[in-house]
């Protein structure tokens, strides 16, 4: 069983995000060395209390292969030790989010993404920047832990983030039991599966390529931004009638499907946008704490998109 993502292509082709990681300098950025050590079985209790560290030492237990040396998933803010009164999942952790934390009395914020601006969540470029010093500050001054679980939720069996949108989308029937991500459906026109798509995943507006009235029924979902040569080595390898990702180099994929689509291939393509290609992760891990951190009030807050359409 195989599953497309951001962290898990199972193409030979350049994870772009690794390419940024690797040649990037982190030395003085807020990511700090994995603070995982050997992963506990399960919740440890310290009375009635939970700790940061307990609580993200007990999601790595139940990730294949974890905990990992080389991850981007480290607190971004704040100490391991904070007992934790009230928990956040987002996407990304926005001021808007952080201030609505603060609102609801609660002290750990989990996301997806980054915090401060890039994969690696490397500030020295930052040095001296209004916006980064109000957000490092409002996180100090209330004394808020931010965690990023990427790499950790998309290693979970089935990926965390693509099952739960999949199943938000109501796919999960229709896919293919060894690529998960390869959706087959009664023929739809094109036009109608992007309303279908806006419909369930709450989109205002999607940008697409490709004949509204193509029909389509091989579906290709990688959610995220999986890079350029990743979409389309999964489009030349698996054939789909359209592929639906999160987003795009538009110098790479879209100049890609655009030539397709002239010399005559049944192929289009539809971006969603990263948040909404992946928000139902953070809707994963508030279940997640649900189940495993019942005596803690979790939220999911939806940081919205950062973009408006006209």
């Known amino acids: 069983m195989k599953y497309l993502s951001e962290h898990n292509f199972n193409f030979p082709f350049l994870n772009r995000r690794k390419f940024i990681k690797n040649t990037v300098t982190t030395a003085g950025a807020v990511l700090a060395a994995p603070l995982i050590g050997k992963a506990s079985s399960g919740p440890v209790k310290q009375g009635d209390n939970y700790t940061v560290r307990q609580i993200m030492d007990s999601f790595i237990s139940g990730v294949p292969g974890g905990p990992l040396s080389d991850t981007v998933d480290t607190l971004k803010a704040g100490r391991p030790d904070t007992i934790v009164k009230g928990i956040v999942t987002s996407m990304f952790p926005t001021i808007a989010v952080i201030r609505k934390t603060i609102d609801l009395g609660a002290n750990f914020i989990i996301v997806h993404e980054p915090t401060f601006y890039s994969h ?5 470029w930052l040095n001296g920047d209004p916006v980064y010093n109000y957000k490092e500050d409002l996180l100090n001054q209330h004394e808020i832990a931010i965690w990023r679980n990427h790499d950790y939720i998309h290693r979970v069996v089935p990926d965390g983030v693509t099952s739960a949108v999949l199943a938000q989308l109501d796919w999960k029937k229709y896919s293919d039991p060894t690529v998960i991500n390869l959706i087959t459906l009664a023929p739809v ?3 109608d599966l992007i309303g279908y798509t806006k419909q369930k995943l709450n989109i205002e507006m999607v940008r697409y390529i490709g004949n509204p009235e193509q029909s389509c029924s091989r579906v290709l979902f990688i959610p995220g931004a999986a890079g350029g040569q990743t979409q389309v080595g999964a489009i030349r390898k698996l054939k789909p009638d359209v592929l639906i990702c999160g987003e795009i180099s538009e110098w790479e994929t879209a100049e890609y499907v655009r030539d397709a689509v002239a010399m005559g291939e049944n192929i289009s393509l539809i ?11 953070s809707q994963y891990m508030l279940n997640w704490l649900a189940k495993n951190f019942p005596s803690i009030k979790a939220t ?3 940081c919205g998109n950062s973009l408006s359409f006209l």
Do not use: Q
């Open 189 to 191: 026109t094109l036009k």
């Open 120 to 124: 690696t969540d490397n500030v020295l």
């Open 300 to 302: 999911h807050l939806n």
């Open 271 to 281: 971006v969603l946008g990263h948040i909404a290609s992946e928000e139902a992760g």
